[in-house]
């Protein structure tokens, strides 16, 4: 049946007439909450927003109609919080972050406003499934990895802890590519989210803001006989907000994410089209928008470093204008910068704001150094996301200065009072006044933006407690032993409303049925849990819910792939980003020798397992390329081979995003966090599996080691080397050879890859791998593989116990609490932010009575305001409830 169809018989005279007395009653407020009021306003979005007659409508129009009904429920509560800050002027967090992975919008706004059964009756009523509708949002793929995804969480947790915030961000018009498979091997193709339109987003035009780049400057002494400087562009862009409402869990705060859009300043040349140059006459245009094209351009070429170092200057220079606008329109002066607004640099991409708001007070708002350093310095904290020095990022000098002339001497400037104060604190080292320098000399000249995030910032935090750790003693050793007190670790966390509430409904109804609801807004409550793991008859329930999760991803990788998979094997997953440190081809390795194990002993003792991996690799990072395609060279062997294909499957699922995350999650059995000990910082999948009831099988790395002290070690899988022992290794020299050399299991291994077993013959697709692992190996695969054997062999034995098993899962869903990103968040506000909660009040329709503009136009008091210039345009026809 097609949607038009299941809509004629449900909707003609809810459409075209009004009911009889006796009927249903409607209420009036146009954003009740009621099945029938959301019917009916959904109804009136078909028709007047989509402009189609009921029975006309796509499967997109219905996703419209329905995103602008609850958008509208948004939009109350969002005047209501500009309202609320407008009223009451406290510190705000803007957020700053290169990626926001928000995941679909619909069905998160349905948990968080608490109508999720009110919307499904609705649609139900009109012979319409809830599921099909949210299926058809497309996903903003506005992040790669782990970095959007925790942005996207705390983004949650700020309005759910009712704390005033702003997420600024870029507009990527092309979010993360699409990844395909293609003969085994990764494909990227255009990812066009925005192709039917963005329902959450309203376009601010009237706060739009310049943009200038490259140029030269110009020194002058102005009439009172001070030192300037003036700069002289040699383009312009505009940068254009796009707003959209970030709600909390059942509270009436809804905070803004801000993304910039890059527009010319003049987007059509009339005299060069006149003169036949119709490509010139928008030229200007099309090179102004490239700014926001794509998310993270490939960078290996002069004009990708260009386009990235511009993107990065381009959303930092709208967002710090941008809270200027709102502290000026407020009259609060640029002196108070740093008591208005906490700035916080979610990784290295944003550090150039550091100087750019240093420019801005001095040469713009004529501020002295001192006192421009000083609100600086106390406005921005930065966390540090990364140990890998390579993803520390450094920008070429003269690439730097051809398109940020005056921030570079500005960045000089901070770097000459900066290493004054080195050769003081730390006389006579000359090398420790290199290491901190924030120009790099050594390989070329590099301008170091961790470093220039370090300076200029207040705060300083890693993202668990042996990153941080990691951070003091070895990446930023020295500017620890410089300020030590700048130092903090704050664990990363994940939204249960979206990881727990959304994605996982039917668990989520048997844990609110066991111990109520309020676990989803405090996670410490799922304590109450642990009783119920010695409980056999809910450890059966818990094991039914499982197991229909399963069944719902195995319907999704056939669907996807057109492998099917057993229910009832073991899931062992393995989803993230591809990376050699994250180690997904030693998850290979193992599989490759159970198949070996199989072929060898027929008989042998190998549990049904399912090995499921997802992720997408950089465009141009080769190595992580060809991992993909060991994956699927080794999936199409043994999913073909009819001796082990009943026992073993690998699947690789493409394109993982969000939206799958949320299928994939909650079917996990078991959860491969395996990254060489030392170099994962924290990782959030790993919350993410554990929350849901997933084993972890992990190295003592990241946030493994925090999870296995929360749910127990009886309850957690570890193998491989610490940290301390990688180090040591590494320092003692280390030979992977040696390894391949005296285990017959690696041997075995290693030798049907390089012999072509798994390349159809060609024993040179693989070579780099094989080659890359005897020879090198830095991510030391071959010194943890045995371990990583044994602990599998220890897996399969629990796993062969299911109530112990699912005893083991209960217990780790218990005892996540810790790892809900409002924990993270409430650190953040105590210990880097100092902001407080500022609780909303709902407004509502009083009377029709609208006011003209007031100053400001966007409640914000100096606080970020939430809902724009529609606050205080009707604020006037709205009264307080508290709700």
Known sequence: ?????????????????????????????????SSATIRHAFLDHVFYTQGKLPGHASGND?????????????????????????NQPSRTVAYLSAEFLMGPHLGNNL????????????????????????????????????????????????????????????????????????????????????????????????????????????????????????WVPEKTVVGVPFDSPILGYRVNTVNTLRLWRAEATEAFDFHTFNRGDYLGAVSKKVTSENLTKVLYPNDETQQGK???????????????????????????????????????????????????????????????????????????????????????????????????????????EINARFLDEVRIGFYGDESRVARLSLVNEQGGRYVRMAGLACVGSHAINGVAELHSRLMREDVLQDFYAMWPEKFTSITNGVTPRRWLALSNPRMT????????????????????????????????????????????????????????????????????????????????????????????????????RTFLFAGKAAPGYHYAKLMIRFITSVADV??????????????????FNVTYGQKIYPAADLSEQISLAGKEASGT?????????????????????????????DNFFPFGLNASEVYALRAAGYHPSSYYESSPELRAVVDL?????????????????????????????????????????????????????????????????????????????????????????????ASGHVQGPRRGGDGASGTGGTAGNTSSSVAGGFSERCQ
């Open 685 to 713: 999948g790993n919350m993410k599996f554990a929350m849901n009831g997933a084993m972890t099988i992990g190295t003592m790395d990241g946030a493994n080691i925090e999870l296995r002290d929360a749910i127990g070690a």
């Open 111 to 230: 948990v968080n406003l608490g109508i999720f059964d009110e919307v499904r009756a609705a649609m139900t009523a009109l012979d319409l499934d809830l599921d099909d509708i949210l299926a058809h949002e497309e996903e903003p793929g506005l992040g790669n990895g782990g970095l959007g995804r925790l942005a996207a969480c705390f983004m949650d947790s700020l309005a759910t802890l009712e704390i005033p915030a702003l997420g600024y961000g870029i507009r990527y018009e092309y979010g993360i590519f699409h990844q395909n498979i293609i003969d085994g091997q990764q494909v990227e193709t255009t990812d066009t989210w925005l192709r039917h339109g963005n329902p959450w987003e309203i376009q601010r035009s009237e706060w739009a803001v310049q943009v200038r780049l490259g140029g030269h400057t110009e020194h002058y002494t102005d009439d009172r006989g001070r030192y300037r400087v003036r």
């Open 62 to 86: 219905l996703y419209q109609a329905l995103a602008h009904t609850v958008r509208d429920r948004l939009v109350q509560r969002w005047i209501s919080t500009a309202e609320t800050y407008q």
């Open 1 to 33: 049946m097609t949607e038009a169809s299941r809509l004629r018989p449900a909707t003609a005279d809810a459409t075209l007439s009004t009911p009889a007395s006796g009927q249903e009653h409607v209420d009036d407020t146009r954003t009740a909450m």
């Open 753 to 845: 890859i390089q012999h072509g077993f798994f390349s159809k013959g060609d024993a040179a697709v693989f070579r780099p791998l094989f080659e890359g692992l005897l020879q090198h190996d830095p991510y030391m695969l071959m010194a943890d593989f045995a371990s990583y054997l044994q602990c599998q062999r220890e897996v399969s034995a629990a796993y062969a116990d299911q109530d112990r098993w699912q005893r083991m899962s209960v217990l780790s869903s218990a005892r996540s609490g810790r790892f809900s990103s409002d924990r993270a968040i409430r650190e953040y506000c105590e210990r880097v932010w100092h902001v407080d909660p500022v609780p909303v009040c709902l407004l509502h329709r």
């Open 638 to 655: 043994v999913n073909r081979d009819p001796q082990v294909r009943d026992r073993l499957k690998v699947v690789f699922l493409p394109n």
């Open 509 to 608: 109804q048997l844990v609110s049925d066991a111990i109520g609801d309020g676990w989803i807004k405090d996670l410490d409550q799922l304590r109450a849990l642990e009783p119920y793991a010695d409980d056999a008859g809910f450890r059966e329930q818990w094991q039914a819910v499982r197991r229909a999760n399963k069944r719902d991803l195995a319907q999704l990788i056939r669907d996807c792939t057109g492998v099917v998979v057993n229910p009832d094997s073991m899931f062992d997953v393995m989803v993230k980003r591809i990376h050699e440190y994250k180690r997904q081809h030693l998850a290979v390795l193992h599989i490759i020798a159970l198949y070996h194990q199989i072929k060898s002993s027929p008989n042998a003792d190998v549990p049904p």
């Open 306 to 412: 260009e386009l990235r170092l511009e993107q990065q200057y381009f959303f930092v220079a709208c967002s710090l204008q941008d809270m200027l606008r709102l502290m000026a329109s407020h009259g609060i002066p640029v002196t108070r910068f740093h008591e208005k607004f906490a700035v916080q640099l979610n990784d290295t991409h944003p550090a150039v704001g550091i100087a750019e708001l240093m420019r801005l007070l001095i040469d713009d708002h004529d501020l002295a150094w001192h006192d421009a350093w000083h609100i600086t310095r106390n406005a921005f904290a930065y966390t540090n996301h990364t140990l890998l020095p390579e993803a520390l990022e450094q920008w070429p000098l003269e690439l730097f200065r051809r398109i940020l002339p005056r921030h570079l001497e500005i960045i000089y």
